[in-house]
Nanobody, 117 residues
Framework: QVQLVESGGGLVQAGGSLRLSCAVS????????MGWYRQTPGKQRELVAS???????NYADSVKGRFTISRDNAKSTMYLQMNSLKPEDTAVYYC???????????WGQGTQVTVSS
């Protein structure tokens, strides 16, 4: 089992920055991939960024150059640094962890990010 707790969401003006954190506990060493997803009402949850166990990263085209995913293994925490925020980045952001054997995906409770124009 893995527990994920997000924090750091809030209200920010366009052009501003926020850093989201995801505290991880449980079977941390079983995790293969971690990521940040976001969802707005009426839309499917979409991948924002992911980081694999070898620290390779992947980003949605809409956030490339503005967002950075990282992790601190010593603190068992994953981060999403969001810069140059736009109103269209407004969403609930979810932390995600994937364990390959057996295949299980874990989700945090989500944190709201609101970007005002």
């Amino acid at each position: 089992q893995v527990q994920l707790v997000e924090s750091g969401g809030g209200l920010v003006q366009a052009g501003g920055s926020l850093r989201l954190s995801c505290a991880v506990s449980g079977s941390i060493f079983s995790i293969k991939v971690m990521g940040w997803y976001r969802q707005t009402p009426g839309k499917q949850r979409e991948l924002v960024a992911s980081i694999i166990s070898d620290d390779r990263t992947n980003y949605a085209d809409s956030v490339k150059g503005r967002f950075t995913i990282s992790r601190d293994n010593a603190k068992s925490t994953m981060y999403l640094q969001m810069n140059s925020l736009k109103p269209e980045d407004t969403a609930v952001y979810y932390c995600n962890a994937f364990i390959p054997t057996p295949e299980i995906t874990f989700w945090g409770q989500g944190t709201q990010v609101t970007v005002s124009s």
